[in-house]
């Protein structure tokens, strides 16, 4: 958790469609198959725009390690798009291989990449007297980090 509501949905939302993935797992090939089919541009569009709302914000609030931390987004979408490509060629991409890569992926980033964000928000909202602070994006739209957000990191 990070206390900013609508990333912590998203890394939620990354979780459970992780889940999902291992839970389609069944031995059944054809199966499988067919539901990575579906599923794979599913997550691809979900990651991208988790990537993009986490890149507007680190931009709005001048996060340091913003340039960086945009080309690890980029290589992961590179890195997927191989495997898509692997998939569509008729390349043997099994579910349980791809849900595994983005399980590792996905968790490790959160932690170690992610969490230099979390650190930053953190200590901004530490200057304010009520742990508060709101991000204005370029859109107009308002981001309100709390860190009385339940698991605030
Ligand atoms: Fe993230
Ligand atoms: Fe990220």
Redo the contacts with the bound molecule.
Sequence with gaps: MCGIKVIDDQHKGLVDLVNDMFNHVTGEEEEEQIYLNKVIEEAVNYIKVH?AT?EKIMNATKFQGYIE?KE??KKFILTVAEHIGYFKSGKRVTLMSFSKFLKDWVLS?IAV??KQYFVYFKEMASQKADGCFSISLEDGEEILYSSANPGGF
Aim: aromatic letters at 12%.
């Design positions: 990537f986490e931390h690890e987004h980033h990449v992610d």
